[in-house]
T-cell receptor, first 112, second 114 residues
C-alpha cells in the first residue's frame, strides 16, 4: 500500500458543480494534512491544511478529514474553469522517521 | 516582493555532465528543500536544510549534492552519478523548521538530459 494515495484521474466536472478529490494514507497516527494546487507546468501552491477531524472551510474550498477511515478530501464548490489543475495531497507521516509525503496528484478538469 | 527564485527555468545537459540549479529566497525562512517531480508522480524529497551549514538527505539523495553557505541560498548539483536526471526540480522553503507541510515553492527548473 502506498503511503499516500490519490486517484490520478483525470476527473472531469461540469462548471458550477462540486468537485470532490480524495486521498487515503497508510499511517494511522498522522496528524497533519495538506492540499496543494498545481497548474500545468507551474509549481505547487498550498491551498488548504487541516489538522482536526471534521470539516474546514475556506471560501469555495472545504477540506474534510476522517482519521478513523484514514482519508482526507477536498471539495470545491461552484467549480470554475480556473480550478482546472492537478491537486496534490500531502501528509506528515509519523511512523519511523517523521516526513512529509506527497500523493501522485489528481488531475481535475472543469468543463464550461 | 518576497519569494523564491530558481534558475535556470530550462536546462539541457549532456550525459556525464554535472549541472547546478540555483535557488535563492528572500523570505527569511530558515528551512529550504529540494524536490523532484516526474510525470504522474508526487514530489520526492532530495535534500533539505534547516540551518546554514547543515543539510540532510531526503528519500532520493543519490547522485545529488547541495550546500547551504548562506541562509538565502540552497543550490543543488545534479551529478553524472544520477542515472535518470531528466525531471522537474522544485525548491521550497518554510517558516517552520522541523516537520511541516506549509511549503512555499519556487517556479521550478526543468532539466533534460540529451
Amino acid at each position: 500500500q502506498k503511503e499516500v494515495e490519490q486517484n490520478s484521474g483525470p476527473l472531469s466536472v461540469p462548471e458550477g458543480a462540486i468537485a470532490s478529490l480524495n486521498c487515503t494514507y497508510s499511517d494511522r497516527g498522522s496528524q497533519s494534512f495538506f492540499w496543494y494546487r498545481q497548474y500545468s507546468g507551474k509549481s505547487p501552491e498550498l491551498i488548504m491544511f487541516i489538522y482536526s477531524n471534521g470539516d474546514k472551510e475556506d471560501g469555495r474550498f472545504t477540506a474534510q478529514l476522517n482519521k478513523a477511515s484514514q482519508y482526507v478530501s477536498l471539495l470545491i464548490r461552484d467549480s470554475q474553469p480556473s480550478d482546472s489543475a492537478t491537486y496534490l495531497c500531502a501528509v506528515i507521516l509519523i511512523q519511523g522517521a517523521q516526513k512529509l509525503v506527497f500523493g501522485q496528484g489528481t488531475r481535475l478538469t472543469i468543463n464550461p | 516582493d518576497g519569494g523564491i527564485t530558481q534558475s535556470p527555468k530550462y536546462l539541457f545537459r549532456k550525459e556525464g555532465q554535472n549541472v547546478t540549479l540555483s535557488c535563492e529566497q528572500n523570505l527569511n525562512h530558515d528551512a529550504m528543500y529540494w524536490y523532484r517531480q516526474d510525470p504522474g508522480q508526487g514530489l520526492r524529497l532530495i535534500y533539505y536544510s534547516q540551518i546554514v551549514n547543515d543539510f540532510q538527505k531526503g528519500d532520493i539523495a543519490e547522485g545529488y549534492s547541495v550546500s547551504r553557505e548562506k541562509k538565502e541560498s540552497f543550490p543543488l548539483t545534479v551529478t553524472s552519478a544520477q542515472k535518470n536526471p531528466t525531471a522537474f526540480y522544485l525548491c521550497a522553503s518554510s517558516i517552520v523548521t522541523g516537520n511541516t507541510g506549509e511549503l512555499f515553492f519556487g517556479e521550478g527548473s526543468r532539466l533534460t538530459v540529451l
